[in-house]
């Protein structure tokens, strides 16, 4: 599995509105089915070379393919990932998951924006540490999972 097919599915996303095709590119790229991504190679290719992404949280913004291969390449420890959901229509498409960093785990949403040939332009990241829910609301809320 490599660039071309992640970048078909990606086109079949944004051409047909389709949310399998998209979820199905996404797996294949973190290596969710098979325990093997894409190599890095192969990632960096389904950037646009004008990739941004932006972590508003923490005021970040990383410019280009190559400061965002930089960036992972020096990451001490990749999370393991698992898709929530994925969402989305055409060209913006709305990723929910859970990074396991091993001693930490992290939910994020993702905004994805791609070009017509399904290259990503724009990935906007929001990270949450899961927390206690405030003991007021119990009456009205039910625990996930």
């Given at each position: 599995?490599?660039?071309a097919?992640?970048?078909?599915?990606?086109?079949?996303?944004?051409t047909?509105?389709?949310?399998?095709?998209?979820?199905a590119?996404?797996?294949?790229?973190?290596?969710?089915t098979?325990?093997?991504?894409?190599?890095?190679?192969?990632?960096?290719?389904?950037?646009?070379p004008?990739?941004?992404m932006?972590?508003?949280?923490?005021?970040?913004?990383?410019?280009g393919?190559?400061?965002?291969r930089a960036m992972?390449?020096?990451?001490?420890?990749?999370?393991?990932?698992?898709?929530?959901?994925?969402?989305?229509?055409?060209?913006?498409?709305?990723?929910?998951?859970?990074?396991?960093y091993?001693?930490d785990?992290?939910?994020?949403?993702?905004?994805?924006?791609?070009?017509?040939?399904?290259?990503?332009?724009?990935?906007?990241?929001?990270?949450a540490?899961?927390?206690?829910?405030?003991?007021?609301?119990?009456?009205?809320?039910?625990?996930l999972?």
């Amino acid at each position: 599995m490599g660039e071309a097919e992640v970048l078909e599915l990606f086109r079949r996303a944004v051409t047909g509105d389709d949310a399998q095709a998209m979820r199905a590119g996404l797996e294949r790229l973190f290596g969710l089915t098979s325990g093997e991504g894409v190599s890095a190679e192969d990632e960096y290719r389904v950037r646009h070379p004008d990739y941004v992404m932006e972590m508003p949280q923490s005021g970040e913004r990383i410019r280009g393919r190559d400061a965002m291969r930089a960036m992972q390449e020096a990451f001490p420890t990749p999370p393991s990932i698992r898709l929530r959901r994925v969402v989305g229509a055409g060209r913006v498409w709305v990723v929910e998951g859970v990074n396991d960093y091993g001693d930490d785990v992290w939910h994020v949403v993702l905004t994805l924006e791609l070009d017509d040939d399904g290259r990503i332009v724009r990935d906007t990241r929001y990270y949450a540490r899961p927390s206690e829910a405030p003991a007021w609301r119990a009456e009205w809320v039910e625990p996930l999972g």
